[in-house]
């Protein structure tokens, strides 16, 4: 659906009039997988497809909410902006957002009409949810006229996914939604932003997502549960060596100080995440000089400990990586996002793009009955204005 589709779609809605149109982006992780939230390093990029957020101020008192996406709308007064919904209500993303900008810069005077559409895939782990959040904090952030920066909206941002679909995220895949670039991956250190944009560069390589049509619900529990694992792993190291967060270690400290965390499981999963972080530092160094087959070693490496300390991969998600990785012109082949379901992300040589699509498909959905989806990725700006 294009522009001038949804301005119709938006006066179906809320009658004639102009409105103004602002995207933000989804995004794939192409390394560096549950280190955010510990301190460490990611290194995502925006993807061109994310979330259009169509809005017209009003005198009214109220703001009123639809999505093409969705069935439920809804009409909710200005006192009431900031109230949640009950767990799975899609509009506690967007009032999580505008929640922020009300707590910290001031009550809203009026309200506005807001139509949203999307194009992530829904469950696919490329952050359909903060793809909502930052495109809502853009539009706000504008329309109102708060002057936040775009550090300031992916905070909010992250904060609504807190408070108001508690999910415990770190700050990555609103980081990639606000602030990526055009043919740039981000190279985040989580624990004090700050980024370098990357650019890639990948002669006669292409980077493809396997979406395993398998959705991840990050909100049932799990994500939150591998949080308090970390902190666990935190807590019964700080005697020896005072850490708040597992980002702080290298490899050599974690194997020093790993006999102090007496649950093998908790182990394992700090091993990960500390293992995981000096992966992406070399794989981004590996990238700037050239050396993609080296990228795409510490990619299977990240996946496989995703698998086997991390546990949050799943069948599905294992299924079509190893079909990825029998394909001959395969670099690198790794899930990506928060697991449980979702998605894959490879590096694939060009001449190989269309044999894999079509022998990982097929050995997917003869391995598990599900028919997945792939998409060559083309990397895109983060939120903004566009109308």
């Given amino acids: 659906m294009n522009v001038d589709q949804l301005k119709v779609e938006f006066i179906k809605f809320y009658d004639e009039g102009d409105c103004h149109v602002y995207f933000s982006p989804g995004r794939v992780n192409l390394i560096g997988e549950h280190t955010d939230y510990n301190g460490g390093f990611v290194f995502p990029c925006a993807l061109?497809?994310?979330?259009?957020?169509?809005?017209?101020?009003?005198?009214?008192?109220?703001?009123?909410?639809r999505s093409l996406n969705q069935d439920k709308t809804y009409k909710i007064n200005l006192d009431s902006i900031t109230k949640a919904f009950p767990k799975?209500?899609?509009?506690?993303?967007?009032?999580?957002?505008?929640?922020?900008?009300?707590?910290?810069?001031?009550?809203?005077?009026?309200g506005a009409d807001i139509l949203f559409w999307g194009n992530v895939p829904n469950g696919a782990g490329l952050s359909s949810s903060a793809s909502l959040e930052v495109a809502t904090g853009v539009a706000i952030n504008q329309?109102?006229?708060f002057g936040k920066t775009q550090i300031d909206i992916v905070r909010y941002s992250q904060k609504a996914e807190h408070e108001y679909a508690g999910v415990m995220c770190g700050i990555m895949d609103q980081f990639a939604s606000g602030i990526g670039k055009k043919d740039h991956a981000i190279y985040l250190n989580c624990?004090?932003?700050?980024?370098?944009?990357?650019?890639?560069?990948?002669?006669?390589?292409?980077?493809?997502?396997?979406?395993?049509?398998?959705?991840?619900s990050l909100d049932e529990g799990k994500y939150n549960e591998r949080v308090e694992e970390c902190r666990v792993a935190v807590e019964a190291i700080k005697p020896s060596k005072k850490i708040a967060l597992l980002g702080e270690l290298n490899p050599a400290e974690?194997?020093?100080?790993?006999d102090k965390i007496i649950s093998e499981t908790v182990r394992k999963r700090a091993r990960h995440v500390v293992t995981e972080i000096e992966r992406t530092m070399k794989a981004v160094e590996n990238?700037?000089?050239?050396?993609?087959?080296?990228?795409?070693?510490l990619m299977n490496e990240s996946h496989d400990s995703l698998r086997d300390d991390y546990e949050v991969t799943g069948f599905e998600l294992d299924s079509m990586v190893e079909a990825a990785r029998k394909i001959e012109g395969t670099i690198g082949s790794r899930m990506t996002g928060g697991g449980f379901g979702g998605s894959t992300v490879s590096l694939v040589k060009d001449e190989f793009i269309e044999q894999f699509i079509e022998q990982v498909g097929k050995e997917y959905t003869e391995k598990t009955g599900i028919v997945g989806e792939f998409y060559v990725a083309e990397i895109g700006d983060g939120g903004k204005r566009i109308e």
Avoid: M
Avoid at 100 to 109: A, E, P, R, S
């Fill in 143 to 145: 329309e109102y006229n």
């Fill in 48 to 65: 061109s497809f994310g979330t259009y957020c169509l809005i017209r101020k009003t005198q009214n008192d109220y703001f009123q909410f």
């Fill in 254 to 258: 974690f194997n020093l100080f790993s």
């Fill in 287 to 297: 990238l700037k000089q050239g050396k993609l087959e080296e990228f795409g070693q």
């Fill in 191 to 216: 624990n004090n932003l700050e980024y370098e944009l990357v650019p890639i560069k990948l002669e006669g390589v292409k980077i493809v997502i396997g979406n395993t049509n398998s959705p991840h």
């Fill in 88 to 110: 799975g209500n899609w509009v506690n993303y967007v009032i999580g957002v505008i929640a922020q900008f009300v707590k910290n810069d001031g009550d809203l005077k009026n």
